[in-house]
């Protein structure tokens, strides 16, 4: 499987099982997401993405997005689309 690199975590939200990804590249909902990190790996789908407090269907490039995740994430964790 090819992965690719489309940006880094600043924040994670744990009461609300959010990570904030800072984009270098696009993101649609649906899409499989690999979070990896010193103590941090695991896939998932993007299952919600939101820019500016509302719900969209894809963050482009250089937008910040708050994306629901399944586990714990940290700050500065990479995050790549899974291709």
Do not use: C, W
């Amino acid at each position: 499987m090819k992965e690719k690199r489309i940006g880094k975590v600043s924040h994670f939200y744990n009461h609300l099982g959010v990570a904030i990804v800072e984009l270098n590249d696009s993101l649609r909902v649906g899409e499989k997401v690999h979070f990896v990190g010193h103590s941090t790996d695991f896939e998932q789908p993007a299952l919600s993405l939101e820019v500016d407090g509302k719900k969209v269907e894809e963050a482009k490039k250089k937008q910040v997005v708050g994306v629901e995740v399944k586990e714990m994430v940290r700050e500065h964790d990479d995050v790549f689309r899974v291709e």
